[in-house]
C-alpha cells in the first residue's frame, strides 16, 4: 500500500512522548504554534545529515534518528540553551515503513529524554537528506557565543577528543571496533548540562563537530584573539592515546570532526567554579590551553616546542570553485 | 579556489538587505539568537524542494531561490502569521559562486520584501535539497487553522487556480509557455496581506500546494466536516478555462499542485467584511463553495450535476510500502 503524506504524519510523526503545554498548535496544519516563556529569547539551529557524506547508506536508522537531533541539540548546549521543540524535514528515496519506524524511534527517544517535542516538517521524495532545527530558551544576556572570548580566558573541553574519527577510520578499514568507539561515533551525547552550567561562567563556547582546532578557530577567528593549546592535556580514550602514540601525529584528537563535546574559554577568576559546577557532569572537563591575543591556534608539545598541525577541520566543499 | 563553509557564509549568506532589532545573533554561531515580540506566538513551518522532485535541473537558480522561500511564507500567510526570520539548509553537489550568488540573490529579494531576515543555515555536500525554515508572529488565538471550519462556511480562494500545473504540463512536453504562466509556476508570490486581512474573519485556512481537492480535503478531516464546489466558480485564468474546456475535465484547477493560493472558509455573518477586505488585495477572493456536515469533497457542475473526480492531489510517494 502507497503511504500518503498524511498517512505518514498519522504513523510515524505523530509524538507520542514528550508533549509540552508551550505547543498551541503541533505537527499537521500549515505551521507549528508555539509560545515563548516570557522573558526568554530563543535560540535555533538547522543541520543537515547527507547519506554517503555524514552516514553510510547501511546505518542502523534507530542510530540515524539519534544523531541526526543528537547533533542539532549539540548546537543548543554550545549555546547554553534549554531545548524545546524541533522539526524535521526528511528526504527519502521511497516510503519504507520498518526503517522509518526505527529512524523515529531513535529520534523520539532522545527527544523524550530532553522534554523536545517534534512540531512540525516536511516529508519529500529524493536521495535521504535529514534536516533537523532546533529551537531552545535562553535568558537574555546568558548565551554562551563564539565572538566573546578573551586573552587570558582558559580553554576547556568535555569528554575525550578524536573518538568518532578513529571510530570512522577503523570503520572503513574493515578494523574491528570497540563497542564504546561506536557508540563515540554513531550515539553522541550533546552536552546540554554542561552549557546550562557554563551560562555566567564561560566567555565563549562552541561544539566541536568539525574538529577541535577548527572549531577553536572559529572562536578566535570571531572573538579576534588567538589559542595557545598543550597537547599533552588533550584528553583521550585509551584507544586514542595508543593511535597517537603509535602513529606519532595528532590529527584525530585535534581535526577529526563528529565528537561533539564542547570547548569553550573561561576567565581565570571563574575557573574554579566551573570545575565545581562540571566536574560532578557527564564529559567533566579539562583545561587544554589559553586564549592568546595573536591571532591563530598554536600547539605545543611536552617539551614546550611548537608543533606544526596543518589548518585541519571537516571541510565541506574540496572541488574547484 | 576551494570555498570553506566559512567562505561561503561570509559571501553569500551574510544578509546586505533586512537586517531586524529582534535578531539579537544572525548567521555564524552555534545558534541564532532572537527575540518574539512580547505577547506574540511563534509560527514556524519547514519545507523542502529536491532537485528531480520539485524543480528541474536547469532551472534559474535566481527563481529557484525566490520559490524556495515563497512555498515556506505562503504557509505563514496561510497562518495569517507576519513573517520574521528564515534558515536555509542547502546540500549542494558542488561549490559553484555563480550558482549560489543567484539562488541567493532571488531568496534575498523576496525576503527583503517581506523584512524576512536569514538567521541561521548549513551547507552540505550531496544531490541539492533546499529545506527552508520560516518563522512568524501571530497574536494568540488569531492564527488562521485548518481544523476549525463549521458547516454553513462559504469557501473562498484568491488568485486562479491550475496555472501552474499547465505550465509544468506544457513545459514536459515542450510546447510554448506563456511569460504568465511561467510566473505563476516559477515565481509564486506568497498571499501574505490576504492572511493578516483574514484574522477574524475566516474560520479555517489552508494554502494551495498539493491541489485544491487534496488542501481543502485536509481542512475537512481535520475539522470534521465536508464540501461542496461549485466548479463553474472556480477562478481560472484564460489559459486553463481554455484548456478545461477542450479537454472536457477539471483536473488542473482541481489537483495541479504548485498554486500557492489560500483557500479559506468564512462564516456567512463575516463574507461581506472578507469581500471588503480582500476585493483590495492582489490575488482578490473568489467564493467556490460551502462546508458542510457529510464528510468528503463533492464536486458540481453548472446543471447542478455532480461530477465525479477522483481524490486528486499531488502524493509524494507512489511506491508500494
Redesign the interface.
Known amino acids: 500500500?502507497?503511504?500518503?503524506?498524511?498517512e505518514?504524519i498519522q504513523r510515524f510523526f505523530s509524538p507520542t512522548g514528550c508533549c509540552r503545554e508551550d505547543v498551541?498548535?503541533g505537527v499537521?496544519?500549515?505551521?507549528?504554534?508555539?509560545?515563548?516563556p516570557?522573558g526568554e529569547?530563543?535560540?535555533?539551529?538547522?543541520?543537515?545529515?547527507?547519506?554517503?557524506?555524514?552516514f553510510h547508506p547501511d546505518v542502523d536508522p534507530e542510530l540515524l534518528g539519534h544523531k541526526a537531533l543528537a547533533v542539532n541539540l549539540s548546537?543548543?548546549a554550545?549555546?547554553g540553551?534549554v531545548p524545546a521543540?524541533a522539526?524535521?524535514?526528511l528526504?527519502?528515496p521511497?516510503?519504507?515503513?520498518a526503517w522509518l519506524a526505527s529512524f523515529m524511534s531513535g529520534f523520539f527517544t532522545l527527544a523524550d529524554r530532553h522534554q523536545v517535542q517534534l512540531?512540525?516538517?516536511?516529508?519529500?521524495?529524493?536521495?535521504l537528506?535529514i534536516?533537523v532545527?532546533v529551537?531552545?530558551f535562553?535568558p537574555?544576556g546568558k548565551?554562551l557565543?563564539?565572538?566573546t572570548a578573551r586573552a587570558g580566558d582558559r580553554i576547556g573541553v568535555t569528554g575525550t577528543l578524536g573518538d568518532a574519527g578513529l571510530a570512522l577510520q577503523q570503520m572503513a578499514a574493515v578494523k574491528p571496533t570497540s563497542r564504546y568507539l561506536r557508540e563515540r561515533l554513531e550515539r553522541p551525547l550533546p552536552r546540554l548540562e554542561t552549557g546550562l552550567a557554563l551560562r555566567g561562567l564561560a566567555n565563549a563556547?562552541?561544539?566541536i563537530s568539525d574538529g577541535l582546532l577548527a572549531d577553536l578557530g572559529?572562536i578566535c577567528?570571531?572573538s579576534g584573539v588567538g589559542a595557545r593549546l598543550e597537547l599533552q592535556r588533550l584528553p583521550l580514550s585509551v584507544e586514542v592515546a595508543e593511535h597517537v602514540k603509535k602513529s606519532g601525529e595528532w590529527s584525530l584528537p585535534l581535526t577529526a570532526g563528529d565528537d561533539y563535546e564542547l570547548c569553550f574559554s573561561v576567565p581565570p577568576a571563574r575557573c574554579q567554579q566551573a570545575e565545581a559546577a562540571l566536574g560532578s557532569l557527564d564529559g567533566g572537563l579539562t583545561w587544554i590551553g589559553l586564549i592568546e591575543q595573536e591571532p591563530g591556534v598554536r600547539c605545543f608539545g611536552q617539551d614546550g616546542c611548537r608543533i606544526e598541525t596543518g589548518t585541519g577541520g571537516y571541510?565541506?566543499?574540496?572541488?574547484?570553485?
Open positions: 500500500m502507497p503511504l500518503s503524506e498524511f505518514l498551541l498548535l499537521g496544519d500549515d505551521c507549528a504554534l508555539l509560545q515563548i516570557s529569547n530563543l535560540a535555533v539551529s538547522i543541520d543537515t545529515l547527507v547519506e554517503g557524506v555524514h548546537d543548543l554550545a549555546m540553551a521543540w522539526t524535521l524535514a528526504t527519502l521511497r516510503s519504507d515503513s512540531v512540525g516538517g516536511d516529508t519529500t521524495r529524493g536521495p537528506t534536516s532545527q529551537h531552545g535562553v537574555p548565551a557565543t563564539r565572538h563556547a562552541i561544539d572559529h577567528r570571531r571541510q565541506h566543499f574540496q572541488s574547484a570553485d
